[in-house]
Nanobody
């Protein structure tokens, strides 16, 4: 099993930046792609960003492209989401996810059903 723990959420004003972290423990050698998803109140969970095992491939939702950057440090078993120019519509619970299998296409990386492990989430609130 793999455990994922997110941190770094909080309340910020529009235009600010935040960095989320997700620390993985357990059978981390089994992890391939990792991703960040988010869920706003009353809405379905949606894809935000994903990164391949090596970090060589990244994929972003159009809504965050150019503002968010995903990265990972495999030595620390940690994935990050640097969020800049935050908007009120970015307000959501942000979830970290990990996949047991390689996700070879952008479509696969953006599909929450392809991920096997999930964290508990961290709240990000952006005020206007």
């Amino acid at each position: 099993q793999v455990q994922l723990v997110e941190s770094g959420g909080g309340l910020v004003q529009a235009g600010a930046s935040l960095r989320l972290s997700c620390a993985a423990s357990g059978r981390t050698f089994s992890i391939y792609a990792m991703g960040w998803f988010r869920q706003a109140p009353g809405k379905e969970r949606e894809f935000a960003a994903a990164i391949s095992r090596s970090g060589g491939r990244t994929y972003y939702a159009d809504s965050v492209k150019g503002r968010f950057t995903i990265s990972r440090d495999n030595a620390k078993n940690t994935v990050y989401l640097q969020m800049s120019s935050l908007k009120p519509e970015d307000t959501a619970v942000y979830y970290c996810a990990a996949a047991r299998n390689p996700l070879l296409t952008a479509q696969a990386m953006g599909d929450l059903l392809r991920y096997d492990y999930w964290g508990q989430g961290t709240q990000v609130t952006v005020s206007s």
